[in-house]
């Protein structure tokens, strides 16, 4: 497998102001560029993964925020501009009055070669909704998704390009997409409108999709769905556990609600009488994680993993990333544990770092991270979190607070309640603890201890007080193999205890 990239740099460099793009050209790392960010009375900046560099001692003045303005497309709703025929994104920020004081000069860049990951996926005509956080991807691999169904496939397909970072700026669009024809949408909020527009006139077999952030177009991509067109999207959200927390998008993979089982149905399962459930078949049939540029993680079938987690059990993931030119593949297990681990898991790079809470209890969040071992900071401001947690009542009010987050491409990860427990067991579908935490890990050794003890003697064994979601893993850990459990006592000495398979003993 080998990747080819293009990026028509001297493009937007050529729009920059002399002093600044001149100072790109002469830097060997200058194929690694992100963007450059221009503030008014600011020194002028450039953005390298992992790292900001000064471009200039100067400050920015009007006249280059100006220059760059004038070599540019024009600004649409979203305050969005492009350069023709090329990938770059041009994003403003306006003052008061609504003039331009800032600007985020995006490398946008086609990647050939990525899809190598997810191809034989592509091809089976499965819908596919890809998610990470932002920069990692997402729309890079959506657009060789196009151009491989349109151009290797001989599908019709059709693009809703709501700012033009698919297929770039212009009329004309990027070769990047092949064969496949691109609809451009005049204001963001009318994406769901051309998404149904692209089915109803176009006689599409794929729609591509980017960035799916709204009841309406949740609502779209299922009638799209629903009329047999192959879906290939992209959400918020960094993984499927998000999704399904959030209330908003949940529909995407079949929507969550709440059920209330009679008491003998409820014995039988052995659950509690409120239960969740999937209320609908998923709109999309596959989900991808995109972890970074070469790894992805892959739920190849949606309705299964939901009603599996959903029920508390486990279910394997598939991950799939480039080593020496090839692509190479394992699975493994959501909650790992040493005898019962299918493959190593790698801890995700791009795990959030700063925590903001809206709506939910400060204090119990800081005490569920420092009880969790959590490398995490709580903040108070939106400019320097990069994740907010809030509660499901919250979520669906949809506050000034939340918006803003939503438009700055911070994640919202949505908890049913302010409850420790819903807390914990958000931070733990965010930072996989499982993998990290010593106090996990020797709470599912001395599970997995009293497992072989069970099987050995038959007798009732009692863990050491944990936590409800150390408590939620052994219970799921016994279950694996089959044997009954059920907690006891109180907080802070609430305990599992573990029984041979005896349905009298399953609380």
Known sequence: MQKIITDDLDAILDALPR???????????????????????????ARFPGRDVFLSTEEVTADDIEYTVSRIGAFGDDNRAGIERTLHRISAIRNRKGSIVGLSCRVGRAVFGTIALIKDLVESGKSILLLGRPGVGKTTMLREVARVLADDFNKRVVIVDTSNEIAGDGDIPHPAIGRARRMQVPTPAMQHAVMIEAVENHMPEVIVIDEIGTELEAQAARTIAERGVQLVGTAHGNTLDNLMMNPTLSDLIGGIQSVTLG??????????????????????????????????????????????????????????????????SEKTLPFSVPETQVGKRVPRKEEPKKIMPFGINRLRLEESIKRMNLPVDVVNDIKEADLLMTSKSHYRRKPQLLRDAELRGIPVYVVRSDKTAQMEQGLANVYRVEERSDSVTQALKEAEGAIEEIKRTGQTVELSPQNAFIRRLQHQLAEKYHLATKSTGKAPRRRVQIFPNDDEHRV
Do not use: Y
């Open 263 to 328: 008491d003998e149905e409820a014995r039988r399962r052995g659950t509690q009488k409120s239960i969740l459930e999937r209320k609908a078949p998923p709109t999309f049939d596959v989900v991808v994680e995109i972890q970074s540029f070469e790894r992805v993680a892959i739920h190849p079938d949606v309705t299964a993993v939901v009603d599996a987690t959903l029920r508390g059990q486990f279910v394997p993931v598939e991950v799939r990333w480039f080593e020496n030119g090839e692509v190479r």
């Open 19 to 45: 002093h600044i793009s001149e100072s790109i050209r002469h830097r060997e790392d200058r194929s690694e560029l992100l963007e450059v960010v221009m503030d008014l009375g600011r020194p002028p900046e």
